[in-house]
């Protein structure tokens, strides 16, 4: 048995030629031509171009001073009217002064019990209603040397509270009696 004889007839066999003719064209010279610029429409587009771009510029940087300037003006309006800016940090809170505030204690015993450096609670007593608290953890700054002719008219104490709680203590001094409790 041959190889060949069992092959398809359809098929060429392996020791056959292949065909002598090509397909392509014959060459021909390609001619001289300069370089083209693709999207470029000479000079007169790139100036075009260029002011277009230079405009935007423009518009934008006023956008920006416009938008920085209505800012502030809103800052400053805000600021106006006792509001923090926006977007700043609130103002830092008002340091609390402390004030020498001189009190009569009705009970001159109780102050003799006080030294300088304890706190306490003043506690104004009325006749009409409830007693109040007046001032919280007040520092003792002084206990005065007792005075001799003031009989039951109690004894001095000097505290160390912020300012408006030694408003209240006066007010509340000549409005009623006063007396401490120990904190």
Same mark, same amino acid.
């Given at each position: 048995m041959s190889r060949t004889s069992s092959l398809p007839a359809s @098929?060429?066999? /392996? *020791? +056959? /030629? *292949? %065909?002598?003719a090509s397909t392509c064209p014959p060459a021909r010279p390609v001619p001289l031509f300069p370089p #083209? =610029?693709? $999207? =470029? %429409?000479g000079r007169g587009g790139d100036r075009?171009? =260029?002011? @277009?771009? =230079?405009?935007?510029?423009?518009?934008? %940087?006023g956008l920006a001073v416009a938008a920085a300037a209505a800012l502030a003006a809103a800052g400053a309006a805000q600021a106006s009217r006792g509001a923090a800016p926006p977007g700043g940090k609130p103002p830092?809170?008002? +340091?609390v002064r402390l004030v020498s505030a001189p009190v009569r204690i009705a009970d001159g015993a109780t102050v003799r019990l006080l030294r300088p450096g304890d706190r306490v609670d003043v506690v104004a007593a009325e006749r009409a209603g409830p007693p109040r608290v007046v001032a919280v953890a007040a520092r003792v700054a002084e206990v005065p040397a007792p005075e001799r002719d003031m $009989?039951? $008219?109690g004894a001095l104490v000097v505290l160390s509270v912020p300012r408006?709680? +030694?408003? *209240? #203590?006066?007010g509340a001094g000549a409005a009623a009696r006063l007396a401490v409790t120990l904190c």
């Open positions: @098929l060429p066999s /392996p *020791a +056959a /030629p *292949a %065909a002598p #083209l =610029r693709v $999207g =470029r %429409a075009l171009r =260029r002011a @277009l771009r =230079r405009r935007r510029r423009v518009v934008s %940087a830092p809170p008002a +340091a $009989g039951d $008219g408006e709680t +030694a408003r *209240a #203590l006066v």
